[in-house]
């Protein structure tokens, strides 16, 4: 009896204990949504965020078999791509629409621009098959490849993704797709998503340049 009274005394007040419980979780969760939210308007803060994240410094080989590093590329803009020259689909398509947003830019803005390409499957990209690859999209394209350590070195400092999709011989990489504008001093001005409209790139390009 004496126990039965202990054990009702000790859910009796449990109840309201959870129900104010749940009350504090959703009332944190919807502070969390409204947080993130508000963090998503706060446009200046994410691309500051941004452009402090993307780029860094690297080491790699260009498709003319050139040692080149960060430095080579600080007198000009560089538009870069991530991906590797046997995607069946998604870089063909990206590399042709950076080649297209070129050929909407006049000369003198364009020569302020360097087209990079890096592979993030340097095993089967080298610097022959880089070369074959590049003159198919742009004559400025650059090609760059790499030791496998070289490459991770310039994904994690572009933040990029890719990973083999399969263990296949004729595997396909699972790669990130944006194109990043870099500054000058090799700082993130403007990233482009997966299929971007060459025209407005261009537009947006040289409205950053100018
Ligand atoms: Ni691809």
Known sequence: MKNESHMS???IPKKPTVRILISLILAIIAVIVWLKASNIEDTPTAADN???????AFALTDHLGQPVTDEDF???YMLVYFGYT??????PMDLQIMADSLRFLNPEQLEQITPVFVTV???RDTVEIMAEYVKFFHEDLIGLTGTLE?????KKAFRVYAAKADDSRDYLVDHTAYTYFMDK???LLQHFNHGEEPEQMSAIMASLIN
């Open 121 to 123: 499957d340097p095993e």
């Open 74 to 76: 600080k007198d000009k």
């Open 50 to 56: 941004s452009r402090a994240l993307i780029g860094g």
């Open 185 to 187: 001093d090799g700082s």
């Open 86 to 91: 046997y995607c069946p689909d998604v870089c």
């Open 9 to 11: 005394q000790q859910e």
């Open 150 to 154: 070289q490459v991770d070195v310039i």
